[in-house]
């Protein structure tokens, strides 16, 4: 069976199967797709000569992705931050391409192939690493942010990439070019036969109607569509957008990438830019998809079979050369313990931009055909190397590095009537309320740079893990009145309450609970007070909500006391109900007592009775 729908129906199957399978075991998308053309192509051999001419089709993929980062590039943002982007994103570029430059010049390429390369070498993946922080918790640390500063300068250093790789193009490969193909790219050229300071004119003329045209124009076209309320039409209009820009950059010879990059970087500040973002994603999802199983289904594993221990050692000794450039940057701007191996270690592979200036390189005869096809596969490799690194991470960097914090906890020389876990914005307040009634804390928090932090302003903080019993005990638990469990980590906080209520019945504990699926398993270790983390808040802004259409700030506050408690009320009939072992939406006594408490709040607001007297259980 052959045909558009036929081929359609094993892209659309691969991508829709290989992508779910490879997030589920932490590989990310853009593994499952290139994982996804390895198995239709090579492997099975369903797709085979038009996977190349999709590929330059999927390639406007990457130029979308860039329209979507300049839209993400507020200039304000930049600015904030301008040291981590410049001072990290710079030197690890800098860093990176001097190292492979020397390595690749020590195998006997020339200066020009070994630049390029070196180009090649310094992205990272963007898709990878970013998915891989976010779905570990670890993009707020100080190594996920520096990660995130070090992709944004490698995504936007694409687009002078892409520009300067043509001069590093070999004489020798350019006349290698067939008769034919060098008259085709001629007649192609609009500005072929121009003189130089024409063409020059040419080419700012069309960057400067990018940015102006996209600061003055797209507005008021963009007001006018959207009147129409048609979303559809608003969608055309967004890729007329980039599609344009592409173009008009083509025919003055530029990379169609860098001006949809300038757009979207003038379009940052507009009011349509999220509306913009959101219609270009699927098309960009899609494309980029369709491009990484395009490579996937490219790789020659004969290749790889006949120079695979070249090919293996090629692919460590990058990783190791990134990374170690890593290290030593990371060092330099303070980063310590295991942020600074997060940043080494997540950043060390190669990038899904790689693929683009890889096949840009081999078509204007920057690198050898032979030369690229081996690269491609030392990118795929470190690709596909990622989550052993991050594995590499958790079970041996990790693991270590918590072991000297453990044995060198701070020494509690204070006692005080209430022992406070967690200084961070939650425990904060807690803490400072405590403290400004004249009621004596004994704070403890497991982040040293929190604990020197809190002591500049004068807050006394003792460094440890309060699950740990023997530190609990150190801080007064035996004569503590009050124990406050302010960390964010759902099972340490389970784990404090649970020994303190064992050791100490009688001690009153209030709790910081996420959800609740956490303040059920609270209630069941015996805390006493359970404070879900964000509803106090959600329930100011319902009573301003309620004041915005028109409610008395008497009657709104009273509407939101009565809607407290009986929100009280449920949570405690319904922490009876729960059992952890099954999920809320199959537990069928669960939902019934649900559904009756939720009728049952309906017809007590409307009623709007005062509030009774009694315990706050869960505020």
Not at 17 to 40: D, E, H, N, Q, T
Not at 341 to 362: H, K, M, P, R
């Amino acid at each position: 069976m052959d045909g558009l729908l036929f081929q359609s129906f094993v892209y659309l199957c691969a991508g829709v199967v290989a992508v779910p399978v490879a997030r589920r075991f932490g590989l990310g998308s853009v593994l499952g797709y290139l994982i996804a053309g390895i198995v239709i192509g090579p492997l099975v051999g369903l797709v085979g000569a038009e996977a190349q001419q999709l590929q330059e089709f999927a390639e406007f993929g990457v130029v979308m992705m860039l329209f979507v980062v300049g839209l993400e590039l507020e200039p304000r943002a930049l600015w904030a931050m301008r040291h981590r982007l410049l001072g990290l994103g710079g030197l690890q570029l800098a860093g990176t391409v001097l190292a492979v430059w020397a390595i690749a010049w020590g195998f006997g390429l020339s200066c020009a192939v070994g630049l390029a390369v070196g180009l090649v070498a310094t992205g990272s993946s963007t898709a990878i690493v970013l998915q891989t922080l976010s779905e570990r918790g670890l993009m707020k640390s100080d190594g996920g942010q520096s990660s995130f500063a070090v992709l944004l300068f490698q995504d936007i250093s694409i687009i002078p990439m892409l520009a300067l790789m043509p001069l590093l193009a070999s004489p020798e490969l350019s006349r290698a070019l067939t008769s034919a193909e060098e008259a085709h790219r001629a007649g192609a050229h609009p500005l072929a036969g121009l003189p130089g300071w024409a063409v020059g004119g040419v080419t700012l003329l069309a960057v400067s109607t990018v940015v102006v045209g996209g600061h003055y124009l797209t507005r008021p076209l963009f007001r006018f569509i959207a009147a129409t309320q048609l979303r559809e039409v608003f969608t055309a209009a967004a890729l007329l957008l980039v599609v344009g820009t592409a173009l008009l950059m083509t025919a003055v010879g530029l990379s169609p990438a860098l001006g949809t990059f300038l757009a979207g970087v003038v379009l940052a500040n507009s009011e349509y830019r999220h509306e913009l973002e959101s219609d270009i994603q699927p098309f960009k999802g899609l494309l980029l998809g369709l491009f990484f199983i395009t490579v996937g289904a490219g790789i020659d594993f004969s290749l790889f079979f006949s120079h695979a221990f070249l090919i293996l050692g090629l692919t460590v000794l990058l990783i190791l050369i990134k990374a170690g450039v890593l290290w030593a940057i990371g060092k330099g701007f303070g980063l310590r313990g295991t942020d600074r191996w997060l940043f080494a270690l997540g950043l060390a592979q190669t990038g899904e931009f790689a693929f683009v200036l890889l096949a840009f390189a081999a078509q204007n005869a920057i690198l050898p055909e032979a030369l690229a096809r081996l690269l491609l596969l030392v990118v795929a490799l470190s690709m596909l190397l990622t989550p052993v690194l991050f594995i590499f991470f958790d079970r041996v960097i990790v693991s270590r590095q918590a072991k000297p914090f453990a044995r060198q906890a701070d020494t509690i020389d204070i006692q005080g009537v209430a022992i406070v876990a967690g200084i961070g914005r939650f425990g904060q307040v807690v803490n400072r309320i405590l403290r400004a009634n004249g009621y004596k804390t004994v704070v403890l928090d497991l982040s040293a740079d929190m604990v020197e932090t809190m002591a500049r302003f004068g807050v006394k903080t003792f460094f440890g893990d309060a699950a740990r019993p023997e530190l609990l005990e150190a801080a007064g638990l035996a004569e503590a009145r009050l124990l406050v469990v302010a960390i964010d980590d759902r099972d340490h906080a389970l784990a404090i309450v649970r020994h303190a209520k064992r050791v100490r019945p009688d001690l009153h504990v209030v709790a910081r609970a996420y959800d609740r699926g956490h303040v059920y398993d609270l209630y069941a270790a015996g805390c006493d007070d359970i404070v879900r983390e964000t509803f106090d808040s959600a329930v100011r802004a319902g009573r301003c909500a309620l004041e915005a259409l028109g409610i008395h700030p008497y009657e709104a506050e009273k509407i939101v006391k009565t809607f407290i408690r009986g929100d009280q009320r449920s949570m405690r009939k319904l922490a009876e109900l729960y059992d952890p072992d099954i999920p809320p939406e199959k537990n069928a006594p669960y939902i019934a007592m649900a559904r009756q408490e939720l009728s049952e709040e309906e017809q007590m607001m409307s009623m709007s009775r005062r509030p009774a007297k009694g315990s706050d259980m869960f505020p």
